[in-house]
């Protein structure tokens, strides 16, 4: 049990499907992140929310669209997506969002585009 | 451009033996270093850590060393077991980076064979 929890864990979704990841995490943490992981590429960070605010957008698609209602929740809405879109991806908490705050991680949630 | 870098793919080791992994980076502003394990169908899970002042950290069975001159740490398992079998990530953190998340590298599969 690592404390930070991701629903679902496999999700499979049509191009024109709007569907949404949920995060939840229980380690008092103040920190959440979205991270993608697709074959043969690093972890990429897709947002993260400090306190509930979103302090990084790294140039992601505005077909990815996160939201962050408490310190404990954090969920990326999904809509019109494309088949490269297709990955692992990962949610993680972490007290602070500095990086020796080390970043605990859910089991992530794989989603299929088709 | 890749910041981090595991060059290694894969590394296939025997039981008993010593498993050493490796990491570049490109960043001379990254203070903090840290590796992560992962296991198929798991996020990945805190390993160990480095700060950029110290050249050597020990947790049990796992040391990771830094040498900042060369911008290059390593990770050795020894003595590696089966159970070490997993991905592992190399993640950096530094003041140049917004908010100073993590970095990560692009993972090396670990097989320690019996």
């Known amino acids: 049990e690592t404390g930070v929890t991701q629903t679902p864990r496999h999700l499979v979704m049509g191009m024109t499907n709007k569907k949404s990841l949920k995060c939840e995490q229980h380690l008092g943490h103040n920190a959440m992140y979205w991270y993608k992981q697709s074959a043969k590429k690093p972890l990429e960070l897709m947002f993260v929310y400090s306190l509930e605010e979103r302090v990084e957008n790294n140039s992601v698609p505005s077909r990815f669209s996160p939201e962050c209602p408490n310190s404990s929740h954090l969920f990326l809405h999904l809509h019109t997506l494309q088949p490269e879109d297709s990955a692992l991806y990962l949610c993680?908490?972490?007290?602070?969002?500095?990086?020796?705050?080390?970043?605990?991680f859910g089991q992530g949630t794989r989603l299929t585009v088709v | 451009d890749q910041q981090v870098k595991q060059n290694s793919p894969s590394l296939s080791v025997q039981e008993g033996r010593i498993s050493i992994l490796n990491c570049d980076y490109t960043?001379?502003?990254?203070?903090?270093f840290l590796w992560y394990k992962k296991y198929p169908a798991e996020g990945p899970t805190f390993l160990i850590s480095?700060?950029?002042?110290?050249d050597k950290n020990e947790d049990g069975r796992f040391t990771v060393f830094l040498n900042k001159s060369a911008k290059h740490l390593s990770l050795h398992i020894v003595p590696s077991q089966p159970g070490d079998s997993a991905v592992y990530f190399c993640?950096?953190?530094?003041?140049?980076?917004?908010?100073?998340?993590?970095?990560f590298g692009g993972g090396t599969r670990l097989m320690v064979k019996p």
């Open positions: 993640a950096a953190s530094g003041y140049n980076n917004a908010g100073n998340m993590l970095t």
């Open positions: 480095i700060s950029s002042i110290k």
């Open positions: 960043n001379s502003m990254f203070d903090y």
């Open positions: 993680a908490s972490s007290q602070g969002i500095r990086g020796w705050n080390e970043a605990f």
